[in-house]
């Protein structure tokens, strides 16, 4: 029997880069683990996580996530890594060699645009994207505010 009352913790939050999806079209996604050190994992389950500016990179044949900011665990005792360091992020092989060839194209960057949990751990959705001209920014923003205008009258 459930007890009635206070609600359920709805789970682990998820962090999306919103500015990602307005300065980039999105062409396509993998999902990606990452390797994280001391308490990181808590940060990222109270949600202390920052994506705009982060970016991934192929060195070595390992795909690294650069720029992303994990703030400090509070409760942290000993070790406590550094916000901004690479990580690495977990995929196959195949997968790496093929966003390599996507990565090398004109154009193209790899961007993170968002980190949740899955099973237990925390993945990363990097998307290979191309960068939107100022004009494509202008139009995506009159669309928005004319789907606004008809739900206003509706």
């Known amino acids: 029997m459930v007890k009635k009352g206070k609600p359920r913790p ?7 880069n919103r500015r990602a999806r307005f300065d980039y079209e999105i062409l396509e996604t993998y999902e990606a683990g990452i390797v994280l ?4 994992v808590k940060s990222v389950l109270a949600g202390k996580v920052n994506l705009s500016g982060a970016h991934a990179r192929i060195r070595d044949g390992e795909l690294w996530l650069d720029e992303m900011d994990v703030a400090p665990y509070e409760k ?7 916000r901004q360091r690479s990580r690495k992020l977990l995929l196959h092989r195949r997968e790496i060699s093929v966003l390599r ?3 090398e194209e004109r154009g193209l960057a790899l961007i993170p645009t968002k980190v949740y949990f899955r099973n237990g751990r925390v ?3 990097i998307a290979v994207a191309r960068g939107k001209r100022q004009y494509d920014k202008r139009r995506t923003l009159a669309e928005k505010d004319t789907r606004r205008e008809l739900e206003r009258k509706q």
């Open 37 to 40: 050190v001391g308490a990181e």
């Open 101 to 103: 060839r996507r990565s």
């Open 123 to 125: 993945k990363v959705e």
């Open 10 to 16: 709805s789970g682990p939050p998820t962090i999306l």
């Open 76 to 82: 942290a005792t000993s070790y406590v890594p550094d």
